[in-house]
């Protein structure tokens, strides 16, 4: 009887491990989603400065652009910003900063920075 306890012990260790395994996969997994939809808008506003050979965008399409970053409906990321800055070289830095509904607010925001230099 004692035997059948201890594996039963050990048994349901396993599978509370197997759960919690599975648990962090999937938040690894969906943050991994953020990051690349992230480089995705980046690279989006990136791809307009190239079409029009200028860091200085309208600003029409630079709304446009934190208006999507912000609505995680239509491709955005959750409680998302995006802002772009550009300084006297020419260089402008895309800057996209998100926190996911798990992340505690103490934790602070996640990031991701590129840069565009136009020939």
């Known amino acids: ?3 059948v306890l201890t594996a039963l012990l050990i048994l349901s260790l396993g599978v509370l491990g ?14 991994a989603e953020d990051r690349n939809r992230a480089a995705l ?8 400065m ?4 200028s860091t200085s965008l309208a ?3 630079l709304t446009a652009w934190q208006t999507k970053v912000s609505t995680q409906s239509s ?3 959750p409680n998302g910003s995006g802002a772009v ?4 070289a020419g260089v402008a830095t895309i800057t996209i900063t998100w926190r996911p509904p798990s ?3 103490s934790a602070g925001s996640l990031q991701y920075v590129t840069k565009v230099l136009l020939p």
Not at 41 to 48: D, P, S, V
Not at 85 to 88: G, P
């Open 1 to 3: 009887m004692v035997e």
């Open 18 to 31: 197997m759960a919690a395994l599975h648990s962090r996969a999937m938040q690894y997994s969906l943050d």
């Open 41 to 48: 808008l980046a690279n989006e506003l990136a791809t307009t």
């Open 50 to 53: 190239w079409l029009v050979q």
């Open 59 to 61: 600003s029409t399409t």
């Open 75 to 77: 491709g955005g990321l």
């Open 85 to 88: 800055s550009t300084d006297a």
């Open 103 to 105: 992340r505690p607010s």
